[in-house]
């Protein structure tokens, strides 16, 4: 599958136009664009991207895509086969264990640091946010869900204040978590995901760094569980060339 055959509810989200800048802009914003639409799945799992229709569709060159690509086959949400054309990955259990471990890592200190650092507007977001990702999973809003998650984790890394341990989170957070919270295990589990996050919350804002360490293992623990089960009932219809540990 080509990017010009998005789905049909997304088809009309990416008609756009880069405007005409540096190549390094234009690179930037077809990197924005890609994430956006291999994360909503607007560019399905295993579909390979055309360069030159990708360009054409938006309007540059070949090389700011080319570059783009790049970015994203650094960061596992493509890949590149013999033929050197790109496909959107798919996760294999040894991904998930991987990039469970590593934010486990990234959390357990970004978590502890804002502890240290947050301000009380800090605070009152990341306990708002928690309260809105508790309402959305009441009401199974999966997309609404994910907004408030990712202002929720933002939130925190911006009140810890290391921006390069940030990106190495978010690189790594939305590469598992397309699958998940699109997935039948992760709309069952928006509610106990939620109350998670909560927990979280108010470690944080009470500054107890032994429930912090509890908290964000034990959710971390569980994504690990439910990215397991949506790997492996994938494994039929993409292959599985790697065992869970």
Same mark, same amino acid.
């Given at each position: 599958m080509s990017t010009t055959k998005l789905n049909s509810k997304a088809r009309d989200k990416f008609k756009v136009k880069l405007d005409t800048r540096t190549s390094e802009s234009l690179s930037d914003d077809a990197y924005e664009w890609l994430i956006a639409a291999i994360t909503s799945f607007a560019i399905p799992t295993n579909s390979q991207i055309s360069e030159n229709k990708l360009a054409t569709e938006l309007g540059v060159s070949r090389t700011p895509v080319r570059e783009a690509l790049k970015r994203l086959e650094n960061e596992g949400l493509v890949k590149r086969g013999e033929a050197g054309r790109f496909t959107v990955a798919m996760l294999t259990a040894k991904?998930?264990?991987?990039? %469970?471990?590593?934010? %486990?890592?990234?959390?357990?200190?970004? +978590?502890?640091?804002?502890?240290?650092? %947050?301000?009380?507007?800090?605070?009152?977001?990341?306990? !708002?946010?928690?309260?809105?990702? !508790?309402?959305?999973?009441?009401?199974?809003?999966?997309?609404?869900?994910?907004?408030?998650?990712?202002? +929720?984790?933002?939130t925190i890394m911006r009140a810890a204040g290391n921006e390069m341990i940030a990106e190495v989170s978010r690189i790594t957070r939305r590469r598992i978590q397309r699958f998940w919270a699109r997935s039948v295990m992760g709309a069952r589990d928006l509610i106990s995901c939620s109350t998670e996050h909560t927990e979280i919350a108010h470690s944080i804002i009470g500054k107890d760094f032994i429930a912090i360490k509890r908290s964000a293992e034990a959710h971390l623990g569980h994504l690990r569980i439910n990215m397991h089960e949506i790997v492996e009932s994938m494994a039929p219809f993409f292959g599985s060339t790697t065992t869970r540990r």
């Open positions: 991904d998930v264990d991987e990039a %469970i471990d590593l934010l %486990i890592l990234c959390d357990s200190y970004m +978590f502890a640091r804002a502890a240290e650092k %947050i301000d009380n507007a800090g605070a009152v977001m990341l306990k !708002q946010s928690a309260q809105q990702m !508790q309402a959305c999973a009441d009401r199974a809003d999966v997309e609404e869900w994910s907004k408030y998650d990712k202002i +929720f984790h933002e």
